[in-house]
T-cell receptor, first 112, second 113 residues
Framework: QKEVEQNSGPLSVPEGAIASLNCTYSDRVSQSFFWYRQYSGKSPELIMSIYSNGDKEDGRFTAQLNKASQYVSLLIRDSQPSDSATYLCAVNREGSQGNLIFGKGTKLSVKP | KAGVTQTPRYLIKTRGQQVTLSCSPISGHRSVSWYQQTPGQGLQFLFEYFSETQRNKGNFPGRFSGRQFSNSRSEMNVSTLELGDSALYLC????????????FGEGSRLTVL
């Protein structure tokens, strides 16, 4: 079983729509969850972190965590063409904050 | 504040050679992690260093090694290069207390011929 799973996409949404990105993880003891964005040819950049069940909002981004279901999601409201990128879900390994398990990413395309 | 700096950005090697990659973290960051990124496997963890000590190591062969210096700068070395080592090698730093919130450098793209 893969440790962190994401739909590879591509996920295509029209400009102004809500993009919903999903991620499941297998390690029940994971405590920290992250969403990174990676533009083509660039390195990943952190956009959201979430540590407790529920929702966390930051501007147009909302991260949702459900530890019972081992599920993390990222919602992007009012999607813009500049949001077109690959979104990587990451989960920490127990006892190691710098050692993240990354999903393979979901490629998002926002059409004008 | 300067970001994470990795050198060299691009390099081409042949099978059997070795390579050393360098990473300078953000000023004040003492934790450095290294990741390998390939189209097939995605991002995979190599090592994590904090205050010159290796805290964790990923599931890579012993040909992959690393170290961290007293100024938090880090190097990784790959010996006896194989074609499959062709990848983007990313260094990431995080603040005093490692949080999992990583700041990545632009990476070193290694091509093994």
């Amino acid at each position: 079983q893969k440790e962190v799973e994401q739909n590879s996409g591509p996920l295509s949404v029209p400009e102004g729509a809500i993009a919903s990105l999903n991620c499941t993880y297998s390690d029940r003891v994971s405590q920290s969850f992250f969403w990174y964005r990676q533009y083509s040819g660039k390195s990943p950049e952190l956009i959201m972190s979430i540590y407790s069940n529920g929702d966390k909002e930051d501007g147009r981004f909302t991260a949702q965590l459900n530890k019972a279901s081992q599920y993390v999601s990222l919602l992007i409201r009012d999607s813009q063409p500049s949001d077109s990128a690959t979104y990587l879900c990451a989960v920490n390994r127990e006892g190691s904050q710098g050692n993240l398990i990354f999903g393979k990413g979901t490629k998002l395309s926002v059409k004008p | 504040k300067a970001g994470v700096t990795q050198t060299p950005r691009y390099l081409i090697k042949t099978r059997g050679q070795q390579v050393t990659l360098s990473c300078s973290p953000i000023s004040g960051h003492r934790s450095v992690s290294w990741y390998q990124q390939t189209p097939g496997q995605g991002l995979q963890f190599l090592f994590e260093y904090f205050s010159e000590t290796q805290r964790n190591k990923g599931n890579f062969p012993g040909r992959f090694s690393g170290r961290q210096f007293s100024n938090s700068r880090s190097e990784m070395n790959v010996s006896t290069l194989e074609l499959g080592d062709s990848a983007l090698y990313l260094c990431a730093s995080s603040p005093e207390v490692p949080t999992g919130e990583l700041f990545f450098g632009e990476g070193s793209r290694l091509t093994v011929l």
